[in-house]
T-cell receptor, first 115, second 114 residues
Framework: AQSVTQLGSHVSVSEGALVLLRCNYSSSVPPYLFWYVQYPNQGLQLLLKYTTGATLVKGINGFEAEFKKSETSFHLTKPSAHMSDAAEYFCAVRFSGGSNYKLTFGKGTLLTVNP | NAGVTQTPKFRILKIGQSMTLQCTQDMNHNYMYWYRQDPGMGLKLIYYSVGAGITDKGEVPNGYNVSRSTTEDFPLRLELAAPSQTSVYFC?????????????FGSGTRLTVV
């Protein structure tokens, strides 16, 4: 079955440290990939997406993600964490074929940033 | 540009009551979705619609109903509310089919069933 896995439900980093949030998917056909961010008591906001072309994708707020087909991964990174990055992050996948306009979400990773 | 608007933002229901969660979008998107979000579980698709008059079930449709009489509106109906329906509900819309479109989300409705 097609699925999305986010490794680590909670990641804690110090301000200024590297942020790495992991996402893997299960599919033999490269899908479209998304990262969303959710701040407390708000809806989800699109951070970045991969469709085709360049595998390193840059998004808002200094985040970027790299699509690695061989590893079926789409990990989210930011070189230097800021206090304002504290939020929950969701990886989402639009699998190819069938009802391919629906997104499947991972369970989310809560990022805390320590001063 | 309002995007996706959900009302109400908060609601407390008693077991067995019913209610409608409203969702409207002003982007002329054909595709609309209802998700519920539970702690540590991510988002689960309840129902979706590919256009006015067309709806279909998602992963967790039991206890819910939807309608889509216009492009703009996609209300979610809860009949006979149960504690298991305590959750945060998000409506979303997207443009296009089979293309690399993300979703635009509403700000959510936090529902508690007591």
């Amino acid at each position: 079955a097609q699925s999305v896995t986010q490794l680590g439900s909670h990641v804690s980093v110090s301000e200024g440290a590297l942020v790495l949030l992991r996402c893997n998917y299960s599919s033999s056909v490269p899908p479209y990939l998304f990262w969303y961010v959710q701040y407390p008591n708000q809806g989800l906001q699109l951070l970045l997406k991969y469709t085709t072309g360049a595998t390193l994708v840059k998004g808002i707020n200094g985040f970027e993600a790299e699509f690695k087909k061989s590893e079926t991964s789409f990990h989210l990174t930011k070189p230097s964490a800021h206090m304002s990055d504290a939020a929950e992050y969701f990886c989402a996948v639009r699998f190819s074929g069938g009802s391919n306009y629906k997104l499947t979400f991972g369970k989310g990773t809560l990022l805390t940033v320590n001063p | 540009n309002a995007g996706v608007t959900q009302t109400p933002k908060f609601r407390i229901l008693k077991i067995g009551q019913s209610m409608t969660l409203q969702c409207t979008q002003d982007m002329n998107h054909n595709y609309m979705y209802w998700y519920r979000q539970d702690p540590g579980m991510g988002l689960k698709l309840i129902y979706y619609s590919v256009g006015a008059g067309i709806t279909d079930k998602g992963e967790v449709p039991n206890g819910y109903n939807v309608s889509r009489s216009t492009t703009e509106d996609f209300p979610l109906r809860l009949e006979l509310a149960a504690p298991s329906q305590t959750s945060v509900y998000f409506c979303a819309s997207s443009e296009g089919q089979g293309a690399a479109y993300g979703y635009t989300f509403g700000s959510g409705t936090r529902l508690t069933v007591v």
